[in-house]
């Protein structure tokens, strides 16, 4: 699978401030994903983006399918501190029955 | 909600076990995947499966197989466990095509 790159790799914020993390591929991707996962559980899809260019918010969260297909970035507006957790960028494709390529991930902590 | 289940948490095992992880969806989905994560490396494709007993592998197949012998259940094999698969394990499930993944909580195997 293709390797993506996610940064930062960690943020330690305080409650209140705005966080923005982003992916960058090598290849083209025909859906952008964002997952959140917390200590112990799964991931949980938290935004899926389907065309280049869609902007796409969830709450507090808004992120973009880059222009070129090869990027996406994830913005979290006034962090609390349940938005602690890692979170994940995927992209998917075709070449691999649409299995999710994974970024590394970000981890998040949110001080009160 | 899609429920993606697996049937342990937590499993400790001896060097040279045959371990089978059991993961079920109650969503009709005909996508399954066995992931394996990592610190540092993210979440690692190892099998997948687009149809009853239909399989395809991932980035990191070596020393694992996969069963599925209907559509709501998919198991990963490990022949004979050895240290280095301790690791978190986690199912997903989609639909066919541009379908976001959907998780399980994860199985946390430890291989002594």
């Known amino acids: 699978g293709q390797q993506l790159n996610q940064s930062p790799q960690s943020m330690f914020i305080q409650e209140g401030e705005d966080v923005s993390m982003n992916c960058t591929s090598s290849s083209i991707f025909n859906t952008w994903l964002w997952y959140k996962q917390d200590p112990g559980e799964g991931p949980v899809l938290l935004i899926a983006l389907y065309k280049a260019g869609e902007l796409t918010s969830n709450g507090r969260l808004t992120a973009q399918f880059g222009i070129t297909r090869k990027d996406s970035f994830l913005n979290i507006s006034a962090s609390i501190p349940s938005d602690v957790g890692i979170y994940f960028c995927a992209g998917q494709d075709s070449n691999s029955g649409y299995a999710l390529n994974f970024g590394k991930g970000t981890s998040l902590l949110v001080t009160p | 909600d899609v429920k993606v289940t697996q049937s342990s948490r937590y499993l400790v095992k001896r060097t040279g076990e045959k371990v089978f992880l059991e993961c079920v969806q109650d969503?009709?989905?005909?996508?399954m995947f066995w992931y394996r994560q990592d610190p540092g490396l993210g979440l690692r494709l190892i099998y997948f499966s687009y149809d009853v007993k239909m399989k395809e592998k991932g980035d990191i197949p070596e020393g694992y197989s996969v069963s599925r012998e209907k559509k709501e259940r998919f198991s990963l094999i490990l022949e004979s466990a050895s240290t280095n698969q301790t690791s978190m394990y986690l199912c997903?499930?989609?639909?066919?095509?541009?379908?976001?993944?959907?998780f399980g909580n994860g199985t946390r195997l430890t291989v002594t």
């Open positions: 969503m009709d989905h005909e996508n």
């Open positions: 997903a499930s989609s639909f066919p095509g541009r379908s976001p993944l959907h």
